[in-house]
């Protein structure tokens, strides 16, 4: 695993690069055992600074997670056969961040 890629086991779809505030949700997200395929999104740029933050919103048959960067924003989509306690492990571990919409 390189430095801005994540590819391999719950990994799936074609775009494996992630932006440093997708890292340690994507890596927190490979650990969890209700967690089955995780899908990294494409990357916008260019969209002015804010601060860090995660938004988490249930679609049908998976978690859209958007992550906000410093300058960057991308979104990540998690599939699960225990969507509810993903949601509850993510709020629990960055806290600060999370926004569930």
């Known amino acids: 695993m390189s430095k801005n890629h994540r590819s391999g086991g719950k990994m799936g779809g074609r775009h ?3 932006i440093d505030a997708s890292k340690p949700i994507i890596d927190h997200l490979l650990k ?4 089955t395929n995780i899908i990294a999104g494409r990357i ?3 969209i002015g600074a804010a601060p860090q ?4 919103r ?4 998976c ?3 958007t992550v ?13 056969t225990e969507m509810q306690k993903v949601i509850n492990d993510l709020q629990n571990e960055f ?6 919409k």
Do not use: D, H
């Open 58 to 61: 249930e679609e049908s048959g």
């Open 32 to 35: 969890n055992p209700y967690v």
């Open 68 to 80: 906000r960067g410093s300058a960057s924003m991308q979104e990540i989509r998690v599939f699960s």
């Open 44 to 46: 916008k740029t260019g």
């Open 16 to 18: 494996t690069t992630v």
């Open 95 to 100: 806290t600060k961040l999370c926004k569930k």
């Open 63 to 65: 978690l859209l997670i």
């Open 53 to 56: 933050r995660l938004k988490l």
